[in-house]
Nanobody
Framework: QVQLVESGGGLVQAGGSLRLSCAAS????????MGWLRQAPGKEREFVAA????????DYADSVKGRFTISRDNAKNTVYLQMNSLKPEDTAVYYC?????????????WGQGTQVTVSS
């Protein structure tokens, strides 16, 4: 069992930056791949980024590649999403999720989400 709590969301102007954090409970976190997904109002949830259990592999959606960076600190049971050059279309609720292997759309555990709003 893995419990996930996101933080770091907020309101930012276009072109600005935010760093999201996801704190996980349990030693099992270190064996899970982690991902960030987002859902904008009226839209389906979409994949943003993922990282393997040892940070050896990462995966990004084309829409965020070059602007967002996913990382993790297994000693702190935390995964991060550094978001730079934010655009209004990045506005969404961002969810942290965990799964036994790297994936874009099949996650076992989910956080409650954190709101990111980018103003133009």
């Amino acid at each position: 069992q893995v419990q996930l709590v996101e933080s770091g969301g907020g309101l930012v102007q276009a072109g600005g930056s935010l760093r999201l954090s996801c704190a996980a409970s349990g030693r099992a976190f270190r064996s899970y791949a982690m991902g960030w997904l987002r859902q904008a109002p009226g839209k389906e949830r979409e994949f943003v980024a993922a990282i393997s259990w040892n940070a050896g592999s990462t995966d990004y959606a084309d829409s965020v590649k070059g602007r967002f960076t996913i990382s993790r600190d297994n000693a702190k049971n935390t995964v991060y999403l550094q978001m730079n050059s934010l655009k209004p279309e990045d506005t969404a609720v961002y969810y942290c999720a965990a799964h036994p292997y790297l994936t874009r759309n099949s996650y076992t555990y989910w956080g409650q989400g954190t709101q990111v709003t980018v103003s133009s």
